[in-house]
């Protein structure tokens, strides 16, 4: 049977869909486009989005397994909905599911409300699911670099709790496991939630000393207050997901992303390697 990958063409679909293949697994991704999107061969490629009710119909036909990543949207919680309910319309029982670190309790950030809501689905609706759950991704850093490598500060105000960033790789890595043991067991395997954390618990003021130490040269942290981020987001994105990704710098800044004991060792475990950490992210966006 085939496993159908939603979100394959982002930052994390794109090495899940690779550690599929790696796995010898049988791979379809959905895409609005797929004159763009460049998949290792055998992976069968099939246009439409989460809104195309008939689409998402003949997307699933023939899938046993479902990872599932919505990008954060007006309407995400919409297309959530929607595509569990084609899945279910289709006897897909096994998912895996990309939820957020924190969703039950951020429930005044959208994105976070709205994974929540997901996870409420996927027990209600008798899914068999993983649901992971990522910190603040390592590779968001890409978007902030040349204020870093630019003006010698760190702009992003994550505060002094600590959030125990992850890289992208890791969480794909873990999906893809997840993915093939839900597709290769006899029976749907019941929920299980895994948070999906970094080997390091950082502050603003720890970021910008590891990015001080590889520039070999100062960097300082911009600070808790995040209404000059909002107001930099908003130049280059719609005002409404400025002001999330506001909301969501102040659950950093009050509350961090701190692990719950036994998260890493449980990664560590089932990958069988150390966690990516975030100065090996800093060297290579530097020397890049």
């Known amino acids: 049977m085939t496993i ?20 010898h697994a049988d791979v379809r991704v959905l895409t609005r486009d797929p004159t763009k ?19 998402l119909r003949a997307a699933f036909s023939g899938v046993s397994t479902l990872f599932l ?7 995400e919680f919409t297309q959530a909905i929607i ?15 990309l939820s ?12 976070f409300a709205v994974k929540s809501g997901a996870e409420r689905m996927l027990e209600a609706m008798g899914f068999g699911a993983t649901i992971l759950r990522p910190t603040y991704f390592i590779d968001n850093e890409a978007m902030v670099k040349d204020v870093i490598l630019g003006h010698g500060v760190y702009p992003m105000p994550i505060g002094g709790k600590g959030l125990a960033m992850v890289d992208a790789r890791d969480i794909a890595e873990v999906a893809a496991i997840e993915l093939v043991r839900r597709e290769q067991a006899a029976d749907k395997l019941p929920i299980e939630t895994i948070n999906l954390v970094g080997p390091d ?56 992303m701190i692990p719950e004991p036994g998260d890493r060792e449980r990664l560590t475990t089932l990958l069988g390697r150390p966690l990516h950490g975030y100065r090996e992210a800093a060297e290579a966006l530097a020397a890049a």
């Open 4 to 23: 159908l990958v939603i979100g394959a063409t982002g930052r994390v679909g794109r090495h899940v869909v690779d550690q599929l293949v790696a796995r």
């Open 37 to 55: 999107a460049a998949f290792p061969a055998g992976v069968e490629v099939m246009q439409g989005d989460l809104l195309d009710i008939e689409g």
């Open 69 to 75: 990543l919505n990008a954060v949207t007006g309407d």
């Open 83 to 97: 595509t569990l309910n084609i899945a279910r319309e289709a006897g897909v029982e096994r998912v895996v599911y």
């Open 100 to 111: 957020v670190f924190g969703a039950d309790q951020a429930v005044n950030v959208p994105h």
């Open 201 to 256: 618990t950082l502050t603003g003021e720890d970021v910008a000393a590891i990015w001080s130490d590889v520039l070999g040269r100062p960097v300082v942290y911009g600070g808790d207050d995040p209404s000059g981020f909002e107001a930099n987001m908003a130049a280059f994105m719609p005002k409404w997901t400025a002001y999330e990704m506001r909301l969501m710098a102040e659950r950093y800044v009050s509350e961090g």
